[in-house]
């Protein structure tokens, strides 16, 4: 094992980002990461670590990102080091730390009760048979107004191309499919539409007021399947557009709206059941309350003592 000494935190940081070492197949939790003095950490430690910031809310894609999981190292080396320090120095656990010590293991179990109630729960529950209840009850939640799917042709503006360029050069698109080119080719052609050219142009379905004003208005003033628009200025440039589908007001079809249903119901379950399970431990079905000590521990902070001089 290399060991590496410990100087100061911006170069151990410094090694770990720089380093390029072949990555191990597979790491045991007792396989070690790192030595640094009297202070070991090793992959079950890490695990355990990333974990527990997982609990606490930081979301589990940040220790995708380069550098995390090794700063998060790095913090725990810096605790362990300061407290192997501490010990050192004889400072010893007192009271009021091993109460802090033993109110933070009861938190864990709570939490981990918590959390296995609710996935168990979770995970029994039929949830398309509710969410098709859902649905069917609260069908005036899942309307949609009148639609339009359309593919378009644009021609940008841009610092290479000035608007009356760019104008010239949808006319001359809109000569071709005058001619019969197809629609198609003339959008891989001619389009600057980045983001819509592996289909074609097509933008699919769209409510009014979901596109930039004067491309609505175009596309919802067609009539029938297969229309095309002459030419529309927008703040994008130039578009011709196609009417590729129409879609009259009415209730969104279960498929489409069936996973967004459930996320929304698992949500509520979840939130529903950690109330319950919080309001059920704030009430005892026996209870033996002293409140004659309870009031004279309120007033010691109504009151607080004051230091003698």
Do not use: C
């Amino acid at each position: 094992m290399r060991v590496i000494p410990i100087i100061a935190s911006s170069a151990f940081m410094s090694f770990l980002l720089g380093s390029s070492i072949a990555v191990a197949d597979e790491v045991k939790p007792d396989d070690v990461l790192l030595t640094a003095g009297d202070v070991t950490i090793t992959v079950g430690d890490m695990r355990h670590y990333v974990q527990e910031r997982i609990d606490h809310g930081l979301p589990a894609e940040r220790f995708a990102e380069p550098g995390v999981v090794p700063q998060l190292m790095e913090n725990l080396m810096s605790i362990r080091t300061l407290a192997n320090m501490a010990r050192s120095n004889g400072i010893s656990v007192d009271e009021r730390m091993q109460w802090a010590l033993d109110v933070e293991r009861d938190r864990q179990l709570y939490n981990r009760y918590v959390h296995d109630t609710v996935e168990d729960k979770l995970a029994s529950t039929n949830w398309n048979a509710l969410a098709k209840e859902e649905y069917l009850a609260n069908k005036s939640n899942y309307q949609h107004p009148a639609q339009v799917s359309v593919s378009h042709i644009l021609v940008a503006v841009s610092k290479e191309r000035n608007e009356e360029q760019a104008l010239e050069r949808i006319n001359e698109v809109a000569k071709l499919l005058e001619e019969g080119k197809p629609f198609e080719s003339l959008v891989q052609q001619y389009s600057d539409d980045n983001g819509s050219l592996k289909q074609d142009g097509a933008l699919g379905y769209f409510a009014p007021g979901r596109m930039v004003r004067p491309f609505s208005d175009a596309a919802f003033a067609m009539d029938e399947v297969g229309d095309l628009s002459e030419p529309v200025k927008t703040r994008f440039g130039y578009h011709i557009i196609r009417l590729d589908g129409q879609r009259p007001a009415g209730t969104l079809p279960f498929d489409e709206v069936k996973d967004e249903i459930i996320k929304k119901l698992q949500k509520n379950m979840e939130s529903d059941l950690r109330t319950q399970l919080t309001l059920e431990a704030r009430s005892p079905k026996e209870f033996d309350l002293n409140e004659e000590n309870l009031k004279a521990l309120e007033l010691e902070y109504v009151k607080p003592k004051l230091p003698m001089p």
